[in-house]
């Protein structure tokens, strides 16, 4: 936090204890409680998954599971824009690797991770259903772009700047 206090994890403690507040003790409610966190955080830390498990009176390491079984949930911060390269045997054969090459080369930096300025989390999927478009990715789960040539890329980066 800018302050240098923990303030903002404060005010963001207050607001999980209200998502946690329907839930309290009820073990069901899990993956409900954990999208909303997600939602509100960007991911899931360690203090967050520690109050979830509190609240719903499960183990941290059950917490952990879920988080780390559902492709959905993060670990880590994600950029205010998630691409997801299809990696499908259709979009593969069609040129992903290539794409892939210039994505990384045009954000610096490797599937799995963030840009250092929060602006892009790249990821590889395995198919988006797009196979006719192959290659093809996806932008913030709702912008296909198809029939990918690596000349493109920049031009469609410039859009999320």
């Known amino acids: 936090m800018a302050c240098g206090c923990n303030c903002g994890e404060d005010e963001l403690t207050k607001q999980l204890d209200i998502i946690i ?22 991911y899931l830390p360690k203090w967050a998954q520690v109050r979830i498990a509190e609240g719903l009176g499960v183990s941290l ?20 824009h ?6 499908g045997t259709a979009c593969y054969v069609k040129g992903t690797k290539t794409v892939l090459k210039t994505l990384r080369e045009a954000i610096d930096i490797k599937p799995g991770q963030t840009t250092p300025d929060s602006r892009f989390t790249l990821e590889i999927v395995r198919c988006i259903g797009a196979c006719g478009l192959a290659p ?26």
Do not use: N, W
């Open 21 to 42: 507040e329907p839930y309290k003790g009820k073990p069901s409610g899990l993956i409900q409680v954990l999208t909303k966190a997600q939602e509100l955080i960007g």
């Open 61 to 80: 390491q059950e917490v952990y599971g879920v988080v780390t079984f559902y492709a959905f949930f993060s670990l880590i911060p994600r950029g205010r």
């Open 82 to 87: 998630k691409i997801s390269v299809c990696a």
């Open 136 to 161: 093809a990715m996806i932008i913030d789960g709702k912008d296909v772009h198809g029939r990918l040539e690596p000349e493109q890329i920049p031009e469609i980066l410039e859009k999320y700047a």
